[in-house]
């Protein structure tokens, strides 16, 4: 997971938090122009020069949107590292709202690095994913002495309730296009989107010339092997042939499971040579793999290219289906 230290002012200590993680969503720009209207509103409300929501880095507090105000010193993607005590870093750290009327009567925050844009009074509450990783905060700043109200405050957590609201949104989509485009079982891509995938690498040879090469695998005699053993157990040894598979590709190959036991891989970049290669490892792997020797598993696989003959999934699928017929054939 993503983790890096804050610094609290308050008490000179350091404290670990989670952050973004890699896998989350990316803020789509109608989400980002919901937000801004929400900083401008917020600013123009608590008659504040500086409304800010900040993301929060391995190593900085980062201007993510500010209110477009004229008056608003931070610059957009501008950045403070992380350490330096920053009023943000306590909001993190501490997971709380932090209010500070003045700075500048105050021991702990008159030389906190906002001090150098005079922003001496601050209102902040923090921003996070619903598994409680921390995106950032929202925050309003004055360069003044302000007396914040209650209703000031509850309005900011609103805001930033209805900010939450909007990434548990963006992750339920994200959760909704997985779930559509993976195979519940192996969780290696399905039918429609490995075709889908297929269908935009032909596309892409097509503007390129780009290598594409496909390959169609079937596990030899499967059904006898689910009479025999039960449908559990053969369950099982798909998971642990698609993992096999996988494990084998580079990142720019995609591998998908088109029938029950059959699946389809998408090279690139790759010879016909280097293709055989990979198909080879794969079967190394399966046949000294100790939990799959007693099944005696063995696969059938058939290889097509890309090229002017062979130019759309039809003639791709039928070609590559071919070869592992035959293959099948002398078994």
Same mark, same amino acid.
């Given at each position: %997971?993503?983790?890096?230290?804050?610094?609290?002012? /308050?008490?000179?200590? $350091?404290?670990?938090?989670?952050?973004?993680?890699?896998?989350?969503?990316?803020?789509?720009?109608?989400?980002?122009?919901?937000?801004?209207?929400?900083?401008?509103?917020?600013?123009?409300?608590?008659?504040?020069?500086?409304?800010? =929501?900040?993301?929060?880095?391995?190593?900085? %507090?980062?201007?993510?949107?500010?209110?477009?105000? @004229?008056?608003?010193?931070?610059?957009?993607?501008?950045?403070?590292?992380?350490?330096?005590?920053?009023?943000?870093?306590?909001?993190?750290?501490?997971?709380?709202?932090?209010?500070? *009327?003045?700075?500048?009567?105050?021991?702990?925050?008159?030389?906190?690095?906002?001090?150098?844009?005079?922003?001496?009074?601050?209102?902040?509450?923090?921003?996070?994913?619903?598994?409680?990783?921390?995106?950032?905060?929202?925050?309003? !700043?004055?360069? *003044?002495?302000? @007396?914040?109200?209650?209703?000031?405050?509850?309005?900011?957590? @609103?805001?930033?309730?209805?900010?939450?609201?909007?990434?548990? &949104? $963006?992750?339920?989509?994200?959760?909704?296009?997985? !779930?559509?485009?993976?195979?519940?079982?192996?969780?290696?891509?399905?039918?429609?989107?490995?075709?889908?995938?297929?269908?935009?690498?032909?596309?892409?040879? &097509?503007?390129?010339?780009?290598?594409? =090469?496909?390959?169609?695998?079937?596990?030899?005699?499967?059904?006898?092997?689910?009479?025999?053993?039960?449908?559990?157990?053969?369950?099982?040894?798909?998971?642990?042939?698609?993992? =096999?598979?996988?494990? /084998?590709?580079?990142?720019?190959?995609?591998?998908?499971?088109?029938?029950?036991?059959?699946?389809? =891989?998408?090279?690139?970049?790759?010879?016909?040579?280097?293709?055989?290669?990979?198909?080879?490892?794969?079967?190394?792997?399966?046949?000294?793999? *100790?939990? !799959?020797?007693?099944?005696?598993?063995?696969?059938?696989?058939?290889?097509?290219?890309?090229?002017?003959?062979?130019?759309? $999934?039809?003639? !791709?699928?039928?070609?590559?289906?071919?070869? $592992?017929?035959?293959?099948?054939?002398?078994?």
């Amino acid at each position: %997971m993503n983790k890096t230290e804050v610094l609290l002012r /308050e008490i000179n200590q $350091l404290t670990t938090v989670t952050y973004t993680f890699d896998y989350k969503p990316e803020i789509s720009d109608d989400i980002q122009n919901k937000w801004q209207v929400i900083l401008n509103v917020v600013a123009d409300l608590l008659n504040v020069p500086a409304g800010l =929501i900040m993301k929060i880095t391995k190593k900085h %507090m980062q201007v993510f949107l500010k209110s477009s105000n @004229s008056e608003n010193p931070y610059p957009l993607k501008g950045k403070d590292e992380l350490g330096n005590g920053l009023y943000c870093e306590t909001v993190i750290g501490n997971d709380k709202p932090l209010y500070v *009327k003045n700075a500048l009567k105050s021991e702990v925050w008159k030389d906190n690095p906002d001090i150098k844009l005079n922003m001496i009074s601050y209102l902040g509450l923090p921003i996070k994913w619903q598994n409680g990783e921390v995106f950032g905060t929202i925050c309003v !700043l004055d360069n *003044k002495e302000h @007396s914040f109200s209650k209703k000031h405050i509850t309005l900011l957590e @609103s805001l930033k309730n209805a900010i939450q609201t909007d990434l548990q &949104n $963006l992750e339920l989509i994200q959760e909704l296009n997985s !779930l559509a485009r993976t195979d519940y079982l192996t969780g290696i891509a399905n039918r429609r989107y490995i075709f889908e995938l297929l269908n935009n690498s032909i596309k892409e040879y &097509n503007k390129n010339n780009s290598k594409i =090469i496909i390959s169609m695998l079937d596990i030899d005699h499967f059904k006898k092997t689910n009479d025999i053993y039960g449908h559990h157990t053969g369950d099982n040894i798909l998971k642990l042939f698609s993992k =096999i598979i996988k494990n /084998e590709l580079e990142e720019q190959d995609n591998i998908g499971r088109i029938g029950g036991d059959e699946f389809l =891989i998408i090279f690139k970049d790759k010879s016909v040579e280097t293709v055989e290669k990979i198909i080879n490892n794969i079967q190394s792997k399966i046949k000294n793999l *100790k939990s !799959l020797a007693k099944y005696n598993i063995t696969f059938s696989y058939g290889i097509a290219k890309v090229n002017k003959t062979n130019d759309s $999934l039809t003639d !791709l699928i039928r070609k590559a289906d071919d070869f $592992l017929m035959k293959q099948k054939q002398q078994i």
